[in-house]
């Protein structure tokens, strides 16, 4: 499993042009499901996110998680993290994991955030759905975790 994870000022998705959700201050998760992912993959990725000490304390020093501070999570399903693009332009997809298995993963990983940080506190997008993802970075502080 692959998060590519941004701190972000606030983010929105919009779907067939009405707004679905929306954070403020707080992460956005770009979440893909590799074949052979697991519930282990889920919810090692899920604790990681909540607990990255990517936020700033009083000293301005990254020093404080999700969980420290309180803040959202905006979490939507990527696919394309998996693309391979090592031969040709045209990426290949067949690394991500199947869609019903993805989802499904997709949604445990969803549950396992929303056990650590609050039911609340963590916003989606619509698997398999066309959106417009808005955000605006915060640093930008992006990172990726890799589940394996």
């Known amino acids: 499993m692959r998060a590519v994870v941004q701190r972000v000022k606030q983010c929105s998705v919009t779907i067939e042009g009405n707004l679905y959700s929306s954070i403020e201050n707080g ?34 020093k990254m020093n404080l998680s999700l969980l420290q501070t309180g803040s959202s999570a905006m979490v939507v399903s990527q696919f394309t993290l998996y693309g391979d693009t090592r031969r040709g332009n045209r990426p290949s997809y067949t690394d991500a994991a199947d869609p019903q298995r993805a989802e499904s993963l997709y949604n445990l990983f969803v549950r396992y955030l929303r056990e650590l940080i609050g039911e609340g506190k963590v916003a989606t997008g619509i698997f398999r759905a066309m959106m417009d993802v808005e955000l605006l970075n915060d640093g930008p502080v992006t990172l990726i975790i890799d589940s394996k």
């Open 27 to 60: 992460l956005l998760i770009f979440l893909g499901v590799k074949q052979g992912d697991s519930e282990a993959d889920a919810k090692y990725v899920a604790e990681k996110c909540a607990n990255l000490r990517i936020f700033n304390d009083e000293n301005g």
